[in-house]
């Protein structure tokens, strides 16, 4: 069966400094991808990186960076700088070869940038 | 382009009684999933539809109940609402449900069962 856990609840940090959330998931299928969400209080959820199961390349996309390690089933996310407009929920999610549009995601981890 | 576009936004009904939510996705997006969401359980899957089809369902119990029209647009239908039934309910499209593609989130319906 599928699952993704994200042990952070709830973080705060101070507008500046780097953040980074935790992932770890679980899955049988070789084949699957992992995405990070990130929830406003407005309430949609808005993409915001991608990982497929054979490319273990991590990457950094403006201040966003992501540390993905099939090892040890993690999928973690930074944010280097953080603004208070970061502020949000943040969602890891799976998906696998026949999960189509079901998509698996964690409990969540709400992210506080205090100014 | 137009996003993910649901109406109502927010709903108030009250116990017993059935609720019709509407989701037309971005124009061209031919897979369309619904989500609940709420405090205790985060979000769950409830069902994704592909061309009029319904493709995966969810735990959820047969009172969830969803359709696919002819132009991608969806509806899903609560019927007999309990108060657990209160949520963010979230619809979702892609272009095709393929694995590696993306969700694209409309705003929500935002459904309180007095």
């Known amino acids: 069966a599928q699952k993704v856990t994200q042990a952070q609840t709830e973080i705060s940090v101070v507008e500046k400094e780097d953040v980074t959330l935790d992932c770890v998931y679980e899955?049988?299928?070789?084949?699957?991808?992992l995405f990070w969400y990130k929830q406003p209080p407005s309430g949609e959820l808005v993409f915001l990186i991608r990982?497929?199961?054979?490319?273990?390349q991590n990457e950094i996309s403006g201040r966003y960076s992501w540390n993905f390690q099939k090892s040890t089933s993690s999928f973690n996310f930074t944010i280097t700088a953080s603004q208070v407009v970061d502020s949000a929920v943040y969602f890891c999610?799976?998906?696998?070869?026949?999960?189509?549009?079901?998509?698996?995601f964690g409990p969540g981890t709400s992210l506080s940038v205090i100014p | 382009k137009a996003g993910v576009t649901q109406t109502p936004r927010y709903l108030i009904k009250t116990r017993g009684q059935q609720v019709t939510l509407s989701c037309s996705p971005i124009?061209?997006?031919?897979?369309v999933s619904w989500y609940q969401q709420t405090p205790g359980q985060g979000l769950q899957f409830l069902f994704e539809?592909?061309?009029?089809?319904?493709?995966n369902k969810g735990n959820f119990p047969g009172r969830f109940s969803g359709r696919q029209f002819s132009n991608s647009r969806s509806e899903m239908n609560v019927s007999t609402l309990e108060l657990g039934d209160s949520a963010l309910y979230l619809c979702?499209?892609?272009?095709?449900?393929?694995?590696?593609?993306?969700?694209?989130f409309g705003s929500g319906t935002q459904l309180s069962v007095l």
């Open positions: 979702a499209s892609s272009p095709a449900g393929d694995t590696n593609e993306k969700l694209f």
């Open positions: 899955t049988r299928d070789t084949t699957y991808y």
């Open positions: 990982r497929n199961s054979f490319d273990e």
């Open positions: 999610a799976l998906k696998w070869e026949t999960s189509y549009d079901k998509v698996i």
């Open positions: 124009s061209g997006h031919r897979s």
């Open positions: 539809y592909f061309s009029e089809t319904q493709r």
